[in-house]
C-alpha cells in the first residue's frame, strides 16, 4: 500500500484553502474527469459525486481488470486453438 503514504504526505503539504476545495481526500475536483457522459474525478477516476477518493489504487483497479480481460482473451485463444489441433 504505498500510494497511502504517499497521499498522505500529499495533503500534508496542501494549503487549508485547497483542502476546503478538495473533498473526501480527493486529489483532483469534481468534474475533472469526464467519462460516458458522466463527471468524475481525475485523481482515482470515480464517477460517484463525494464519494471517498480511493487515489492511484482507484485507477490501478481499472487497469489490473482490463489486463486481467486481455489475459483471460488470450488464455481463451489458445484454448481454442488447443483444441482445434485435438
Ligand atoms: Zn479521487
Redesign the pocket.
Same mark, same amino acid.
Given at each position: 500500500m504505498l500510494w497511502r503514504s504517499c497521499v498522505t504526505q500529499e495533503n500534508k503539504a496542501r494549503s487549508r484553502y485547497e483542502e476546503d476545495v478538495y473533498v %473526501? %481526500? @480527493?486529489? /483532483?475536483v469534481w468534474g475533472s474527469y469526464w467519462r460516458d457522459g458522466t463527471w468524475g474525478?481525475? =485523481? =482515482? @477516476?470515480?464517477t460517484t459525486k463525494n /464519494?471517498y =477518493?480511493? +487515489?492511484k489504487a +482507484?485507477t490501478q483497479v481499472k487497469q489490473e481488470v482490463a489486463e486481467q480481460m486481455i489475459a483471460n482473451m488470450e488464455a481463451k485463444a489458445a484454448e481454442d486453438a488447443a483444441a482445434l489441433q485435438k
Open positions: %473526501n %481526500n @480527493h486529489t /483532483s474525478y481525475a =485523481c =482515482c @477516476h470515480q /464519494s =477518493c480511493l +487515489g +482507484g
